[in-house]
Structures are given as C-alpha cells and as structure tokens.
C-alpha cells in the first residue's frame, strides 16, 4: 500500500471529503494513536539514568495537544511568555516547564522569574540581565557544543553561524558574572538545529557539551535539546530514525556521565517534530487548474498563509490525492504538477514538479506530516483566515479542536473599528 493514511487508517471512521464537508478547508487533522505513540518514544527514549523528556511546544501549541502531552507525562520547553501561559493554562505544573530564553527582556525574565520556572540564558548580557533581577537565584546556560546540524541553514543553532547560545571561550567569562550575583548554574542546555536522520552530530555534539558540563560543580540536570527527524519522504520508502540505536548511544553515554559527575543529575531532550509533525495531515481543496509555458499548475487553498516550509525553506511534504472519499493510486496515470496556493506570491508554492495521479478539479490534497511547524508557522497574509484543527480520536471520532477564524476575529485587534 502506497498510502500513508490508509495504512495507518489516519482518518478512522471519516473520510477527508466528509471532514472536508464538515469543516471546511484547509484543515489540519490530527490523529491522537500517533501522537501518544511518538510522546511514547520519546518518554521512553533513555531508560539507564534519571530521564525527562520535555516536549518542544514551538512545534505546535494547540491546547489539546498539551493536554495529551501532560497526561503522557512529558515536561515542556516554552520560548515565550505566551507558551508558558499556554502551558500552565493546559495544567502544567511550573516546575515542569523550562524557559529557554533569547533575547528577551526584563518583563519576560520577570514572567519567569515570578512564577517559579526554570530558565536558560544564552548569553553573558542576558545572564547578567537576569542576575539583576534575580540576585541568589538559580538558573541554566545554554551552551554551544560547536557542532551543528538541521535541514536546513536557517535552523541549525549551534557551530559558529548562529545567534545561539554561549560559545566555549565566553563560558568563563559567564561564571565570573553569575559569582558576581551569586547565581547558582544549576542546568546546562543545548540544541543543536532541527531534523538530522542520522544520529550521528547529535551524539557528537553531546560528547562535547558533556565535556562543557562538567566544568559546572552544581548541575541538577542537562539537556540535551531536541532536532530528531521523521521521514517527510515516506511515500517513497524514506525510513524513520533510528531510535532503538539512538536510544542505546544515548544510554550508554549518559550513564558513563552519570557516574563521573557523581551527583544526582536528570537528563533531558525538548523533541518537537518527532512528536507532532507525523500525528497531522493537511487537507485541502483543488480550486484550479492550469497551464502555464509547460508547467501544469495545481491551484489549491493551501497557501503560504497556511503552511510555509515549503516556500520558507524549500522543505518536501508527501501528498496524497484523494476523489470522493478515496485515495487515488500513484500506480494510476501520473503527471507533474507544481501545486500552488492562493496568495499574491509567485514563491506561493507548495509543491515544484511533483509527480501525483492525474488531478480534477475538486480534488482534495492530503498534504503529510503536517503537525510541526505547520497551523503554528501559518498567518494572516493576505487577510486570510486561519484554519481549523480537528482530532482523530482513538475511538475514530472527529473532535474540533481550534475552530476556524472569522474575519472578527481579525478586525478584533484594531480599536474603534
Ligand atoms: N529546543 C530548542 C531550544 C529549539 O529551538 C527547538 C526548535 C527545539 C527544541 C525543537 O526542535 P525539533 O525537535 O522540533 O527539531 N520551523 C523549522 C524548525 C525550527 C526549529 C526551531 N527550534 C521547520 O519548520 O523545520
């Protein structure tokens, strides 16, 4: 079978065109059997030393999602004032939530520092901003283990190309000023960049940072960030990360820390994507087709507005046609098509020369893995309105769980109108 959503019976007891009917499109749908079981894998990832994971709620904060992600017995990792007040509004506890701050100012630290979370700063002007604020305290660093990794430039963040975190030559220069405001350095954090298939720059990064770490004498934990991938090639037999062998890398080397630093510590990772990008797909609808010096143009309502990584950083989503309820077969007569949006863009693209089955209009586009850095990433451009978000339960029910803007909600934010 060449559909992922049939294999998986994503959709349970709907099809896209009765969700399409029911809630309009585009609409992003979760399946909640996925998500529990990619939490599942990440909870489970390291079993041989005290272990935390915290789900990275940058990659999708629907409240829902939260919920589950709370009730799995995840930790989280909030970028802002906005996603820790999603967090504890989804009932986190505060001592389960870790800022991991950049840039930000006195009122955000403020946020933090006032409702008891932990946070990390990364860099020496911010360490020293927070020491103001928070003189005694206790907080963590973010340190660069000088090894990168991601799919793309703008979203790896450590090595040397970033504005990320506190780089190994200023780490002295950061305990002189958290003496000066007798900090107390109780956690180091790193992140290398988002989605490697391959272990191995992460492990290799984790070597360094652990070599880092140990020139800390108070540590209660490390974490480790986040970055695994998932195969956004599936359809053509991409395979997953190899979590069993990561598992076991990661065990063994964070036992053998263990047992050097020789104080109780907690390891963590801040997955994002592993956990949410896989338990959603895109439906949207063909409203035109056309061609153009060659090119066959599919003109969808899936615009930039709604899903960007294609148009931001060129990223590949799989897609699959369905007609009346059915997925069509790529085994059927194909053709390459560049499936566009409806924004006032030429770069509006969703897909370039993609072979899919012959397309109608009409047609629904089921666009894969859309769960992270999707509804998330999406925006108002053009005065378009965001879409709705529904779940697939574990009973196969369809559940709304963020309904679809209106135009007053847009006109809400200006005053007098
Ligand atoms: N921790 C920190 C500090 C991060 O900055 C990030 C992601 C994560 C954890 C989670 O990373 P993940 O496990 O999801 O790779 N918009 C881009 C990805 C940006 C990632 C930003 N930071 C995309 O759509 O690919």
Same mark, same amino acid.
């Given at each position: ?230 195969? %956004? @090639? ?7 990360? &190899?979590?069993? $062998? ?6 063994? +080397? *964070? =036992? ?65 046609? %369905? @007609? ?7 085994? &059927?007569?194909? $053709? ?6 409806? +924004? *006032? =863009? ?72």
């Amino acid at each position: 079978m060449n559909s992922f959503t049939q294999s998986t019976s994503f959709f349970g007891g709907s099809n896209p065109e009765e969700l399409a009917r029911s809630f309009g499109t585009p609409l992003y749908v979760y399946n909640e059997a996925i998500l529990r079981d990619r939490m599942r894998h990440m909870q489970g990832l390291i079993r041989s030393v005290p272990f935390t994971a915290n789900y990275s709620i940058k990659t999708n904060s629907n409240l829902t999602l939260l919920r589950i992600a709370l009730e799995e017995g995840l930790s989280a990792d909030a970028m802002s004032p906005g996603e820790i007040e999603f967090l504890l509004r989804a009932g986190f506890p505060q001592e389960r939530i870790f800022y991991v701050a950049n840039n930000v100012s006195d009122e955000e630290l403020r946020f933090a520092i006032d409702r008891g979370i932990m946070t990390s700063l990364d860099s020496v002007s911010q360490l020293e901003r927070f020491g103001r604020l928070n003189p005694n305290g206790k907080c963590a660093l973010r340190l660069n283990p000088g090894v990168g990794a991601g799919h793309h430039e703008k979203v790896i963040t450590a090595g040397k190309k970033t504005k990320f975190a506190i780089a190994q030559e200023d780490i002295d220069h950061a305990k002189i000023v958290a003496n000066k405001y007798n900090l107390k350095i109780v956690g180091v954090n790193q992140h290398i960049g988002s989605l490697f298939m391959d272990a191995t720059p992460y492990l290799q990064a984790i070597e360094n940072f652990l070599q880092l770490a140990k020139g800390f004498e108070d540590l209660e934990f490390v974490d480790f960030g986040g970055g695994f991938g998932i195969p %956004y @090639r599936k359809l053509s037999g991409e395979k997953t990360l &190899d979590i069993d $062998a990561t598992s076991k890398a990661l065990d063994h +080397i *964070c =036992e053998q820390f263990a047992k050097e630093y020789g104080k109780p510590i907690v390891f963590k990772i801040e997955p994002g994507r592993y956990i949410a990008a896989e338990s959603c797909v895109l439906i949207g609808r063909v409203h035109s087709l056309k061609q153009n010096a060659g090119v066959h143009y599919v003109g969808t309502d899936i615009g930039m507005n709604v899903l960007v990584r294609p148009s931001m950083y060129g990223s590949w989503h799989d897609i699959e046609v %369905y @007609r009346d309820g059915e997925v069509l077969s790529s085994d &059927d007569q194909t $053709a390459i098509y560049t499936v566009v949006g409806n +924004i *006032c =863009e030429t770069g509006d693209i969703l897909a370039k020369d993609r072979t899919l089955p012959i397309v109608r209009e009409n047609d629904l586009l089921v666009v894969l893995d859309a769960g992270a850095y999707g509804y998330c990433m999406s925006s108002n451009y053009n005065n378009r309105l965001k879409a709705a978000e529904v779940m697939i339960g574990t009973d196969g029910l369809p559940q709304l769980i963020r309904r679809r803007q209106t135009l007053e909600d847009l006109f809400r934010e200006f005053p007098g109108f």
